[in-house]
């Protein structure tokens, strides 16, 4: 089964500095990967997400992320973050299944950007 | 093209009541899932539904089943409910076409207290 680490709860971030949020998950087989943002109230919104190729990932909103099989991480990293960037943001994985996948989420972290 | 829609949005139930809940998936999506969200769990998988048949559960009590319709629509329900069910209930669905998984899309979610 697969699992997925976020090893920060909460990370404050002054305006325009950037950001990076980990994620370390644990699988035996390939991944796919994902990072989602939930603003309050809320549902998840996809940010970006890896399925093969370029391990090099960008989404929306200037988020990418980058795929790391050796250190089993994936990290979100963003150059410069604005207030709107505030959220919770969940790093997911799932194993590859013929269309039958079933996301595991992480424990969130909290992302407060500071003016 | 229409979302994900989830109602109601809010709902206040007593305990040892039941509950539905219900999801209209993107046109066209034939899997839905539902995880439930809480401040002490994080986000945790219930179960998934493709062409009217579960494929996946969680690790919940018999006490959350759900269904899914012809037309991909799916309801959640909840019997003798407990306070330990109050919670955010996000309905996600998924394109899956010829076995090819791409994304889930998520609802705004069902916020349900239980008093």
């Known amino acids: 089964a697969q699992s997925v680490t976020q090893l920060d709860s909460q990370v404050p971030v002054f305006e325009e500095a950037p950001v990076e949020l980990r994620c370390n998950y644990s699988?035996?087989?390939?991944?796919?990967l994902f990072w989602y943002v939930q603003y309050p109230n809320q549902g998840l919104q996809l940010l970006l997400k890896?399925?093969?190729?370029?391990?090099l990932v960008k989404g929306i909103n200037g988020f990418e992320a980058e795929f790391n099989k050796s250190q089993t991480s994936f990290h979100l990293r963003k150059p410069s973050v604005h207030i709107s960037d505030t959220a919770e943001y969940f790093c997911a994985v799932s194993r590859p299944n013929f269309g039958n996948e079933k996301l595991t989420f992480g424990t969130g972290t909290r992302l407060t950007i500071i003016p | 093209k229409a979302g994900v829609t989830q109602t109601p949005r809010y709902l206040i139930k007593t305990r040892g009541q039941q509950v539905t809940l219900s999801c209209s998936p993107i046109?066209?999506?034939?899997?839905v899932s539902w995880y439930q969200q809480t401040p002490g769990q994080g986000l945790q998988f219930l179960f998934e539904?493709?062409?009217?048949?579960?494929?996946n559960k969680g690790n919940f009590p018999g006490r959350f089943s759900g269904r899914q319709f012809s037309n991909s629509r799916s309801e959640m329900n909840v019997s003798t409910l407990e306070l330990g069910d109050s919670a955010l209930y996000l309905c996600?669905?998924?394109?899956?076409?010829?076995?090819?998984?791409?994304?889930?899309?998520f609802g705004q979610g069902t916020r349900l207290t239980v008093v």
């Open positions: 996600a669905s998924s394109l899956v076409a010829g076995g090819l998984y791409t994304e889930a899309f």
């Open positions: 539904y493709f062409s009217e048949t579960q494929r």
């Open positions: 890896y399925l093969s190729g370029s391990t």
């Open positions: 699988s035996s087989v390939s991944v796919y």
């Open positions: 046109s066209g999506h034939r899997s």
